[in-house]
């Protein structure tokens, strides 16, 4: 029994991620993905994405359609073309999450994003984000890691995202949502 348990331990046992759903926007400029009220048995949330956009911009995200300054992040990027270097950013009481330029231009290839939303069901809890993006082309090299909450005990039922200048994504934009059992 005992030496069934160390290996389990050793094995990393645990949490496995569960395929919810695919989600692609189109070409639009804002979307809401809903219904995740219907995974109440999960405990959190993983979303890898795919990105792209008339051009290189800002994506917004928010929750619960809450458009109160009830967000906060920061983050820190590198790399950008043949001349490395480094930004970080904080922003506290902020209106949503922001994810600095991850959208890559449609000319210029797709980025990718990987994304976990702890507790998001939870009516007890402020909500936890951590993300990593990045971006490569002939031209611009780019990863950023970011943390964020979401100051609010309410259970996420939807996200709502959003393209800073209303640029519509393409069909290359998709998220795939996973939950995770904890």
């Given at each position: 029994?005992?030496?069934?348990?160390?290996?389990?331990?050793?094995a990393g046992g645990g949490a496995t991620y569960e395929h919810l759903t695919t989600f692609s926007p189109g070409t639009a400029s804002s979307w809401s993905i809903n219904g995740l009220d219907a995974y109440s048995d999960y405990t959190h949330l993983h979303i890898t994405a795919t990105l792209q956009a008339q051009r290189n911009e800002v994506l917004f995200m928010k929750f619960n359609n809450d458009t109160g300054n009830n967000y906060s992040m920061g983050y820190i990027r590198g790399g950008d073309g043949s001349s490395a270097n480094a930004s970080a950013a904080n922003y506290y009481d902020a209106g949503a999450i922001?994810?600095?330029?991850?959208?890559?231009?449609?000319?210029?290839?797709?980025?990718?994003?990987?994304l976990d939303i702890l507790d998001f069901r939870s009516?007890?809890?402020?909500?936890?984000?951590?993300?990593?993006?990045?971006?490569s082309n002939a031209t611009r090299h780019r990863i950023a890691q970011g943390l964020g909450s979401y100051q609010s005990t309410n259970a996420i039922d939807s996200i709502q995202m959003s393209i800073q200048g209303n640029y519509a994504s393409t069909s290359e934009t998709r998220f795939s949502i996973y939950g995770i059992r904890g």
């Open positions: 029994m005992l030496l069934g348990i160390l290996q389990s331990q050793a922001e994810f600095a330029e991850v959208m890559a231009r449609n000319s210029e290839g797709v980025s990718i994003m990987s009516t007890t809890k402020q909500k936890s984000l951590r993300g990593l993006t990045g971006q």
